[in-house]
């Protein structure tokens, strides 16, 4: 498969250069030259799948004429060691459950499959270190500092805005040492991700050093997104349900909507999906106006969600050809602030006996706001709530319990370095 750039599609790479580089030469984001429709027979096989069997389907579709069969069913299996439960929310509303791997978030597949999709590139080649350069806003750090923690040759470094993680995700890649190096920036999620952006446009530090990005930016984090697209469809197919089906994604970068979209384009059978926002609501401000304006991110208590610039915007601009029209045929947009976040999450508890988070909140309320008569609506609780954990339990007025691995990442030491928001500072720091 060729990889094209949504700068310039004459400009193209190999699978192998897509991942290790990141971001094409002309610093737009990789897309694959053509999506292929699955068959229908798999289609007609989802609700008797497992999990890693549909994942490997899907993978195989995209990636089989990269990588050989027995080692991308290898990489699969060791990305997907967990499984993703569909729960019952209230009638109509399903909840798709992406919190149960090592670090309790979505993100886990994603820098998974990954880091393992690198080493298969680069196991007996490396001549100098690579140096995975990831920006977060809570979980992306973390699902990626596990995933690559220990991997022999690369170096992982995770930009975090300070004070604007909670503590918990804090915790998870700051306590981890060996090959991951936390970098606290004195500024945004957005200041983040532009000093990493800055770097892959820096020709000098690109001379000196082997970078690549984790953040969803990479075709190997946000592609491996679709497979849980695909496995909920299936667990709602055992449920006797197949059509009519609407899908509500909690949106910051929009890597992970973008995964489901391509999903669709190979055949998911999905009616339509809603893109839920905090106040960070660039996209709903695009689909209503038709006009994209970029801006700083303002922090909310839904802080993976806040990107007032999101990356893979470009990807979805070229997915429907730019344009609007189609854009808002397949997506809605939905906006909600901290009190309604809040409020959501403490009448869900009380009502349903549901713990949302507060990012999974968004769309939960986005599905009970925007559902039409007849439909079923599922929606992606992105991490497990005890991440948000004085949140969740201001929301709620009451204790939650805090899973076993979380408390183990409390027990660690923090180590972490702090940074300015400036670039000269960054560049320096990563030639030392």
């Known amino acids: 498969m060729i990889y094209y750039s949504t700068n310039n599609k004459e400009l193209t790479a190999s699978l192998e250069t897509a991942v290790t580089q990141g971001l094409a030469k002309d610093k737009g984001l990789y897309m694959p030259e053509r999506i292929p429709a699955l068959p229908q027979a798999f289609f007609n096989n989802l609700d008797k799948m497992t999990l890693q069997e549909i994942a490997f389907e899907v993978a195989n579709s995209i990636f089989g004429e990269d990588i050989p069969a027995s080692d991308l069913k290898r990489i699969v299996d060791e990305t997907l060691c967990f499984d993703i439960p569909l729960v019952k929310v209230k009638d109509g509303i399903y909840s798709l459950e992406l919190f149960h791997g090592p670090t309790l978030a979505f993100k886990d597949v994603g820098a998974r499959f990954m880091a393992r999709?690198?080493?298969?590139f680069t196991q007996g080649q490396k001549k100098e270190d690579i140096n995975v350069l990831v920006a977060t806003s809570g979980d992306?750090?973390?699902?990626?500092?596990?995933?690559f923690l220990g991997v022999e040759g690369i170096n992982v470094f995770v930009l975090y805005p300070k004070g604007l993680v909670s503590e918990i995700q804090e915790t998870q890649f700051t306590t981890l040492g060996q090959n991951i190096t936390a970098l606290e920036v004195d500024g945004t999620f957005d200041d983040c991700q532009r000093l990493v952006k800055s770097a892959f446009m820096d020709d000098e530090l690109?001379?000196?050093?082997?970078?690549?990005?984790?953040?969803s930016i990479n075709v190997a984090r946000f592609l491996p997104q679709a497979f849980y697209y695909f496995y909920g469809m299936g667990q709602l197919k055992k449920l006797g349900i197949t059509k009519d089906i609407v899908c509500c994604v909690p949106s910051g970068n929009f890597g992970n909507i973008t995964a489901a979209l391509i999903g669709k384009m190979q055949g998911l059978p999905i009616s339509r999906f809603i893109a839920a926002n905090n106040r960070n609501d660039v996209f709903l401000e695009y689909l209503e106006t038709k006009a994209y304006k970029p801006r700083p991110s303002v922090a909310t208590i839904a802080n993976a969600m806040d990107v007032g610039d999101p990356s893979n915007f470009a990807r979805i601009l070229d997915l429907y050809d730019h344009s609007h029209a189609a854009i808002s045929d397949e997506i809605s947009g939905t906006r909600y602030d901290d009190e309604q976040?809040?409020?959501?999450?403490?009448?869900?508890?009380e009502e349903e006996k549901y713990l949302l988070d507060p990012h999974g909140a968004c769309a939960?309320?986005?599905l009970e706001d925007g559902m039409k008569e007849g439909e079923t609506g599922f929606f992606i609780e992105t991490a497990h709530p005890a991440k948000f954990l004085d949140t969740v339990e201001n929301a709620i007025g009451e204790k939650i319990d805090i899973p076993l691995p979380l408390q183990e990442f409390m027990k660690g030491t923090k180590q972490s370095v702090e940074l300015s928001k400036e670039y000269g500072d960054f560049k320096a720091f990563l030639l030392q």
């Open 117 to 120: 999709l690198l080493q298969h």
């Open 140 to 147: 992306t750090g973390s699902a990626v500092a596990n995933g």
């Open 206 to 215: 690109q001379s000196k050093l082997t970078l690549t990005s984790a953040n």
């Open 341 to 349: 976040i809040r409020a959501t999450m403490k009448r869900t508890y």
């Open 364 to 366: 939960y309320q986005a």
